[in-house]
């Protein structure tokens, strides 16, 4: 691959505060480009992050074929950059496009990419260990055209940005019983943009009760948990770890597969399985819901300190005495750093 590289004239990263990163609002000087016309990939190219022009009837601003990925690269104790799982990433972008009906682009060009993008914006990753640079591909239709049809032409961008904690503090959620994240034979185990658009509204009427995120229930009974906002979602019940099983209504998270390894590999009970609000509510009632947490690249893990349902707080213990997920954690932050040995092979190296 001949990817083109224009550089900037002159780097912004002065002006971002690395001891006070916000999630999302940094990006760093440049960002990969690919154009998908005529059945292949070409016109890659490494270019300054900015403005891209499209005229208004740009098919992806319409239809929806919108796609795209998340995931993080550290500075690890040797001052090394080292990507979590990234290939894993780039083939979930291509479950995705399969979904929405898009072209997928093979994992080594975007893995290739990728090294060079980082090569260029090394000086933007951060050193601190609560703070990594967010990589967010991407992939929309670019047709000019007004017919809903599958778009000829697509773009795939890929920027960074420096990142510090998404959420601060312990998450209130709110069991969602009226509106649906995702239905069976939906597109809910695709990240493609309508997923979230659709989520926003009842979220918003849930804090507006004073909750943070919702907890998102099966489409056809409201009963049965499937995520938290855009994390999966683990609960310690007793001394075992459980979590709903993914499917087509819940994303395959890649956190939420990387904290299940861990837990087996620490000699946790971890079950996948279904599991039902009354089945949370009657292990709350008998003091056996220890814990419950969501699980995402964006938030790593996210402590829920009340699940609201019906009106009833169901408060769980203070986040010190969480032994389990404290664990499991401490044990994926020093994965991801570097501290110990990463005999999961989920490291990848930029060189
Ligand atoms: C991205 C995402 C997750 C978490 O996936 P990771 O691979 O762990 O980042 C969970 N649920 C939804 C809906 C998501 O979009």
């Known amino acids: 691959m001949q990817i083109k590289v224009d550089r900037v004239a002159k780097t912004r990263i002065q002006d971002v505060d690395f001891s006070n990163i916000p999630f999302g609002r940094e ?27 499209y005229t208004p009837a740009m098919l992806g601003l319409h239809y929806g074929q919108t796609i795209f990925e998340g995931m993080k690269a550290y500075r690890n104790a040797n001052g090394e950059v ?10 979930r972008l291509n479950v995705s496009a ?28 951060p050193t601190s260990t609560d703070s990594s640079l967010y990589i967010r591909p991407f992939m ?22 420096p990142v510090g904690p998404y959420y601060t503090t312990p998450l209130k959620v709110m069991v969602e019983d009226t509106y649906t994240r995702a239905a069976k034979g ?21 804090q507006q009760k004073g909750y943070h995120q919702l907890l998102w229930t099966d489409s056809i009974e409201h009963k049965y948990i499937e995520e938290s906002g855009t994390m999966n979602v683990m609960f310690q019940i007793g001394d ?24 087996a590999d620490l000699g946790i009970d971890v079950q996948e399985r ?46 010190a005495q969480r032994k389990m997920s404290q664990l499991i954690a401490k044990e994926l932050t020093a994965i991801r750093y570097g501290e110990v040995e990463d005999k999961f092979g989920w490291m990848v190296s930029m060189n």
């Open 140 to 161: 929309f239709a670019t047709d000019e055209f007004l017919g809903v049809k599958p778009s000829d032409k697509y773009r795939c961008v890929m920027f960074t940005g």
């Open 240 to 263: 075992s770890l459980v979590t709903p099983p993914t499917g087509d209504t819940i994303l395959k998270g890649i956190t939420r597969d990387s904290v299940l390894t861990l837990a």
């Open 82 to 91: 080292m990507m979590f799982r990234p290939m894993d990433n780039f083939k």
């Open 186 to 206: 939906g597109t809910g185990s695709a990240k493609s943009g309508g997923n979230y658009g659709g989520a926003l509204y009842p979220t918003k009427l849930a």
């Open 274 to 319: 279904r599991i039902s609000i009354d089945e949370l509510k009657s292990a709350y009632d008998k003091g056996q819901l220890l814990d419950a947490f969501g699980v995402g690249t964006a938030a790593t893990i996210a402590p829920i300190e009340l699940i609201g349902y019906k009106g009833q707080d169901l408060v769980l213990p203070p986040v």
């Open 27 to 53: 990006f760093a000087d440049h960002m990969f480009v690919a154009d998908y016309v005529d059945g292949k990939w070409g016109g890659f190219s490494i270019q300054p992050y900015g403005k891209m022009m």
């Open 98 to 125: 399969e979904r929405m009906c898009m072209p997928t682009i093979p994992v080594d060009l975007m893995m290739e990419a990728l090294r060079e993008l980082l090569k260029i914006d090394v000086a933007w990753v």
